[in-house]
Structure formats: structure tokens, C-alpha cells
């Protein structure tokens, strides 16, 4: 095929400059990508915090069996309890020890366990943001024996709502860059289109048709915006793939959250769709200003 | 096949560069359009193959009006001709080879085809052991040459030629004006603008000769000598 031997000569004629037009196309996808990982992640995490929400109530350490029975009761009467797992002084200090390692010590030389008892109430995936559960929670805290709650609905919201912050502010930067990115491409198809224009005027005067002296164009942009979008992701997968290596554990519980989940099939088959249309448009806005034919 | 009627052409500058020219081109006809510098004649072929427009007048190639084309049916009309520009108009970052297979690419002749008809256009020019080379690395003769046999590729109905032979020796010049006949022979229509009398004493069968944008005279060679 003409066009296709025509945009791959053009393409490493002017390797330079159509390098640099790559390289920018790739730092502003991976700006984006970076940002849709992150908010990917944090919309994980605040995923599996929400489909297990579980609401603790601490008991005073001195609670009766007859107090016992009728918070548990209390508990399993609501309609978005699911589970009620009740969680013994023992049990909490072991619980404790097993997932902190490290301040063992710190236990021991307490010298007695600061642990009280509790209920562990598992709700149904979804139920926590309705506000029955807040009066429901009230409703529980007032009985006696019950010492105090813990409910990270709270924490999830702002989760999702940081998910969805992290992936508005993507959008916007890497937005912004895509602009720059479309402008680079545009003007890096007008160069080619001035340095070439000696063949543009042969081929108009041979009777090529539009079709025929703009496609080579426009598959020099389509393919700048892939290699540009393809690179990126490659880069993202690098990055993904070491940096909380970087970081090592000092990151602790946080490392769930930095250790960046990579995007999507579908969402990399966007960011290289996203990429192809730039560069198309890119061309064609170019080819539209400086090629009247 | 070529009808010009009251052809005229003024610039923005206000200068008439053509004024009412009637001019009739048979099929198989071998035209020279003589006259000094200024007087008209590269315009006159810009008309024909409307790269410009007239001022006045219509011209009507094979039946059509060209005039009446919209922009994007232009092609059609260039496709049917061969043009050899003063200037070359050669694409000096493309080999020769490619500078003279263009036309064919854009009739989307496949490239076995196009190597071949590309070979013998070079070798009626006499310039098929320079297909590989850079139209820079090249002789403003050879340069020419060059842009004739891209003109002759496709083998066009209608061959435009300005001042084809302006850059080469004499004897170099009646060579091509010999390709220029022995296309004629195969039937394309050919308009050739020059002002080598000499060239156009021994080739010429039909003369237009212009002045100031006018036609002065025309002359007409007994079928014999033809």
C-alpha cells in the first residue's frame, strides 16, 4: 500500500521531531494513567472495606450474661445485620498479637490484657450508607453494657469520594497535557506538511485526489498518538511494578492503597483508542489549516 | 479535443496576460506556442490545465467545461494529462525512480507494474541507469528529463509541456523533442510552449505565436511535412 510505505518513510524522515511529539504524547497519558490507577485503588480498597462493613461495639469489661444476651438480641434484630460474632477479652488480645507482631512487647509489658469484649456485627454489602443504620448503631450504643462503637463508614465515604477526587483530577491534568499533546501533534503534521509541500503540489498536478495526499498524513498521526499511548502504558507497568518496592514496607497498613493496581483491559484499550483519535484529530486539524487543496 | 474560446486572464496586478484567445487543438495534434517572455504563453497551459482560472472566455476539453468543475473533480481532469513544468517540479527528497512513479501510485497501479512502466519511461528519456539516484545529485538537463518522463508515465491523452527543452544542450533538445514525437505518434494530444526558434523550425507543425497576452499569428505546416 502507497499510503502506508508513504507515512512510514515520513515517519523516520523526520524521526526528531516526530520522537519528541511521542515522548510528550506518552508523559501526558501517563499522568492520566497514573491517576486512573490511583483512583482505581483507592476505589478498590473502599470497595472491600464496604462489602465486609462491620460495625464493633465494645462492651465494659465487667458485662453480665444477662446484659450480654440482650445487646446480642438487640444486634440481630436489625434487617442489615447479617453476622454477630461476639469477640472475648482472649480472643482480642490474640487477634491483636497475630496481626501486630511488632508491639508484642508493648504488651507484655503492660501486664494485663487492654482488650475489652465485643460484638462484631457483619451488615449486607450496600447497607452502611443508608442512615437507618446510624439510629440503629444509637439505638444499640444506649443499652447497657455497651461501652462504646466503631464504624468506619465515615472512612469509606471519604475513600470513594477521594477515588473519585483522584480520578477527576487525572482527568483534568492529564486533560490538559492531552490538549498540549493534540496541539504538538498538530503542529508537528504542519511541519511535515511544509517540508513535503514541493510533493503536495506534485501530487495535486498528477490528479491525486484529497483522500490520497491527506491519508499518509493522517496515519502519521494516528500513529504518533498510539506509539505515544502505548509507551505510556508501558511506563505506567514499570512503575506499577516498582515503586512500592521503592518504598519498601515503611509504608506499612498504606501500602494497600500506594501499591498501585494497573488499569484495566478496557481502560488501556481506551487510553490507546484515546491516543489514535488525538492524533487523527491532530492531523486533520493541521491538514484542514495548511492544506487547501 | 481542446477548445478554447475567448480566452482572456488579468492579474491582481491589473495586467492582462491573455486577451481573447480562440484557439482549437485536434486530437493527435502537436501544437508550439512561441512568443518572447511575458507574452503569455506559461499562463496560457496553467489555464488549460487549471491550476489558474480565466478572467473571460470557456474551455472545453473532451466536452466538458472545465471551467464548471468543482474543485474536487479536478483530479479527473489531471489524470488525463501529463505536464512538464519550467521549474521541474521534482520532490528532491524522493529518488528519481519515485519522483516519476507518483502518477502511478495515484491511479493505484500496482508496484510491479509501476517498476516497469517506470523503466521505460527512464529509458525513453535515457535516464534508466540513474532510477536509484537523488534528483539533486543530478544535471539540470537530467533534472528535466526527469520531469518529462513523470509527464509520460501514464501515457496521458494530453501532454503540456513549458519550455521542456530550456536547459539542455541542442543536441540533448532534439532527443526529447524525438520522445515528445514519438509520443505524439501514439496518439497523445501535445502543447508545447517555447521560444527555440531553431527547435521550432524543425519540429514545429502547428504554431501559435503570441504577443502581449494576443495571438499574432498561426501557422498551420502542410500535412506532408508532418
Known amino acids: 500500500m502507497y499510503f502506508l510505505r508513504d507515512a512510514q518513510n515520513n515517519l523516520w524522515q523526520y524521526r526528531g521531531r516526530n520522537a519528541l511529539s511521542v515522548t510528550i504524547i506518552c508523559l501526558s497519558f501517563l499522568i492520566l494513567g497514573v491517576f486512573i490507577s490511583l483512583s482505581n485503588n483507592l476505589r478498590h480498597v473502599a470497595d472491600e472495606m464496604s462489602d465486609s462493613m462491620v460495625v464493633v461495639f465494645f462492651l465494659a469489661p465487667n458485662v453480665t450474661a444477662a446484659d450480654l444476651s440482650t445487646i446480642e438480641q438487640k444486634i440481630r434484630a436489625s434487617p442489615s445485620v447479617v453476622r454477630v460474632e461476639y469477640v472475648d477479652r482472649q480472643q482480642a488480645l490474640e487477634r491483636f498479637r497475630k496481626n501486630f507482631p511488632d508491639l508484642r512487647e508493648i504488651l507484655a509489658n503492660l501486664g494485663t490484657n487492654p482488650f475489652p469484649p465485643s460484638f462484631e456485627a457483619t451488615l449486607q454489602p450496600g447497607s452502611f450508607r443508608s442512615d437507618d443504620i446510624l439510629g440503629f448503631i444509637e439505638e444499640v450504643k444506649n443499652v447497657t453494657g455497651v461501652e462504646d462503637v466503631q464504624f468506619n463508614r465515615d472512612w469509606v465515604l471519604k475513600l470513594q469520594s477521594l477515588s473519585r477526587l483522584a480520578r477527576a483530577v487525572g482527568f483534568f491534568l492529564g486533560g490538559i497535557l492531552i490538549l498540549a499533546s493534540f496541539f504538538i501533534i498538530s503542529n508537528v503534521i504542519r511541519l511535515n506538511v511544509f517540508a513535503r509541500k514541493s510533493e503536495i503540489e506534485i501530487l495535486r498536478l498528477v490528479g491525486a485526489t484529497n483522500t490520497f495526499i491527506r491519508l499518509p498524513f493522517l496515519l502519521e498521526g494516528v500513529t504518533l498518538g498510539i506509539l505515544g499511548s502505548l509507551l505510556s502504558l508501558g511506563l505506567l507497568f514499570v512503575l506499577i511494578k516498582f515503586f512500592p518496592l521503592y518504598l519498601g514496607h515503611s509504608l506499612g497498613a498504606l501500602q494497600d492503597i500506594v501499591g498501585f493496581r494497573y488499569l484495566s483491559s478496557s481502560q488501556a484499550v481506551s487510553l490507546i483508542a484515546a491516543g489514535a483519535f488525538m492524533g487523527a484529530l491532530g492531523s486533520m486539524s493541521s491538514l484542514s489549516r495548511f492544506l487547501k487543496i | ?226
Open chain 2, 1 to 226: 479535443m481542446i477548445e478554447l474560446y475567448h480566452i482572456s486572464k488579468q492579474y491582481e496586478e491589473g495586467q492582462w496576460a491573455l486577451v481573447d484567445i480562440n484557439l482549437n487543438v485536434l486530437k493527435g495534434d502537436f501544437w508550439f506556442i512561441t512568443g518572447p517572455s511575458g507574452s503569455g504563453k506559461s499562463t496560457l497551459l496553467k489555464i488549460i490545465f487549471r491550476e489558474i482560472l480565466p478572467t473571460r472566455g470557456q474551455i472545453v476539453i473532451d466536452g466538458v467545461n472545465i471551467l464548471r468543475l468543482p474543485d474536487h473533480r479536478i483530479y479527473k481532469l489531471r489524470r488525463t494529462m501529463g505536464i512538464v513544468f519550467q521549474d521541474f517540479r521534482l520532490a528532491f527528497h524522493k529518488k528519481v525512480f519515485e519522483n516519476v512513479a507518483i502518477g502511478l501510485h495515484v491511479l493505484g497501479i500496482p508496484l510491479k507494474e509501476v517498476r516497469l512502466r517506470v523503466f521505460n519511461a527512464l529509458r525513453l528519456v535515457n535516464l534508466h541507469q540513474k532510477m536509484w539516484e537523488y534528483p539533486s545529485h543530478l544535471s539540470y538537463g537530467e533534472q528535466q528529463r526527469v520531469a518529462i518522463a513523470r509527464a509520460v508515465v501514464n501515457e496521458p491523452q494530453i501532454l503540456l509541456a513549458d519550455e521542456p527543452t530550456g536547459n539542455l544542450d541542442p543536441e540533448l533538445a532534439a532527443e526529447i523533442m524525438g520522445v515528445f514525437k514519438e509520443i505524439n505518434k501514439r496518439g497523445t494530444t501535445v502543447i508545447i510552449c517555447s521560444h527555440d526558434k531553431e527547435l521550432i523550425r524543425h519540429f514545429g507543425d502547428k504554431i501559435l505565436f503570441l504577443f502581449k497576452g494576443k495571438i499574432i499569428g498561426k501557422e498551420v505546416l502542410p500535412s506532408s511535412r508532418r
